[in-house]
């Protein structure tokens, strides 16, 4: 793909896309282990805006170092809708491109705001009287009477960008005293706003060669001259001193790393989607969020394909229906009784837990034997009171005693 700004708008949507997908799959394969959900969803997020960011210091990028600007206009014209902001990019790009054509009709649809207009009347006097040399034009007077009017004006606007106010100030010195064949403060305005960053490194080169040239310093300006040629853009001073410049335009370090971090992920959340798990315990795992070394196995039976295990976990009952098959295990129904208290020796409350599980657990997964677990000193018979049962037996697990009844 030739245009490269497309291309990586092309991969940032990819990333943007592929994170939400992340995010998405996550949430409906993992939806019972809040830990690992949050942690892909954050994942997620720094891949969707870290795509947003990378793109964003990409496009202005290219304008610091005039790169792919003929890119920027092709993509930007044919957007059918442009933010202020990408207008902006747009005009600033045909006006370093001298695309005088498109610049006219960009001017005809759109009410230029004061920085362009600014940026519009200083691109009128490099062409005048820096390309063209016409220092004798009477239409300079007015030219800086106008820039000077809309210098007061934006200086005094509410959204002026401070750093904007001494570029410009810097340009209207430079022109002036240019124009006055002050060349000595020509030259001082450029170093001075150079000290202080506010000077495009292609601007500052240019014009201070042209200075050289122009007082017959012509070592000065060819040593300008050759180091504009690396430093690399493609603008209308390239255009107007017939150089070819050696640096071309780079895409998006940044954004393909990225795109090959989501692919990878992706990739991770769907091998972890379609994974057999080895264990009962790895499942409940990956499946659950469950500690696997808070696991304290009771008692398991397994038939068929299908089996229960049920175990001591963090002060309370975890029960867990699963299914097992030559590639591995797969929960299909977990459920945690926190009702389990070694101090309460309420019977009917124990009852009531009792049967709780029965009907909570066993009647949605028909599995039998049913094997409900109580714990305590002893096993009072009220407890089972109002529960047909086929066999109890009592258990020591990590320490506790656990009562296994077993259910007609």
Sequence with gaps: MKNKIQQTLYIRDIIMSGSLLIAIISILRFYNNVLLV????????????????????????QFTEKMNLENIIDFYSKKKRLYLQEKADLFNALLWCEEDERIADYIKNNALPLEQKLSYEFYKLDKKLIKEN?????????????????????????????????????????????????????????????????????????????????????DKADSCFVHFKTCGGHTRFQKWLGIESDTKGQSSIAMWSLMVATVLYLVVVLVMCNHQYS??????????????????????????????????????????????NDHGYTIKKRHVDKNIKEDRNDSFFNSSTIVLINGSFYKGTNYKPEIIITKGDSLDQNVIRNIQVESIESKTVNNELYYLVTVE
């Design 38 to 61: 949050g942690v892909t969803i954050l994942s997620a997020l720094i891949l969707f805006i870290g795509s947003y960011k990378a793109m964003h210091v990409y496009m202005q990028k």
């Design 134 to 218: 016409d220092i004798e034009n009477d239409m300079y007077p007015e030219a800086f009477l106008r820039i000077q009017g809309l210098l007061e004006a934006y200086k005094n606007c509410k959204k002026k960008d401070n750093d904007v106010v001494k570029k410009f100030h810097a340009y209207f010195d430079f022109y002036q005293s240019y124009y006055n064949k002050q060349y000595d403060s020509a030259l001082a305005a450029i170093d001075e706003n150079v000290s202080k960053g506010k000077l495009n490194e292609t601007w500052r080169i240019y014009h201070k060669g042209i200075v050289y040239k122009q007082i017959g310093d012509i």
């Design 279 to 324: 264990s009962v315990q790895e499942a409940l795992k990956w499946e659950y969020g469950d500690n696997e070394s808070n696991l304290y196995l009771i008692t398991e039976s397994y038939y068929d394909g299908q089996g229960v295990s049920i175990y001591s976990y963090n002060d309370s009952i975890l029960y867990c229906n699963y299914c097992k």
